[in-house]
């Protein structure tokens, strides 16, 4: 990965740093998905539709794999180049789905124990 560094007016950074702040991004991530929209829009290709169905279901099988103890993100099971191309919303349904998943399956597969600091949720695997 590339590292960038460019001049910006101020008042732009400072909406890209609340805008980022809301979405729960790192300001180089919240950037980078913004590129990433910009150029899809440009060019005409639309970003990729997500099976946030499938994910999910193989973050689980991921889940299910590490071993007992182990500590992950949801980044860390699917990838964090897919991750920043799901929309925030959509981010925050299947955050709560994977959640629901992991502490309600038979037998439960792991513990939510806190959150990181970019407010990613923290799991141990059970």
């Not at 729960?24 to 990433?36: A, M, S, T």
Request: charged residues 30%; aromatic residues 4%; glycine residues 8%.
């Amino acid at each position: 990965m590339a590292k960038v560094l460019i001049e910006i007016d101020d008042g732009v950074l400072m909406g890209a740093l609340a805008e980022s702040q809301d979405q729960q991004l790192i300001l180089d991530k919240y950037v980078e998905q913004v590129l990433r929209r910009a150029q899809a829009e440009e060019t005409g290709t639309p970003l990729a539709p997500v099976d946030l169905g499938n994910v999910i279901e193989t973050a689980c099988q991921k889940a299910q794999a590490l071993t007992q103890g182990e500590r992950f993100h949801l980044t860390d099971l699917i990838g964090e180049e897919l991750w920043q191309t799901i929309d925030t919303g959509e981010r925050r349904a299947m955050g709560k789905t994977f959640r629901a998943r992991m502490e309600q399956s038979e037998p439960k597969i792991a513990d939510h124990i806190g959150r990181t600091s970019a407010n990613l949720a923290i799991y141990k695997r059970a």
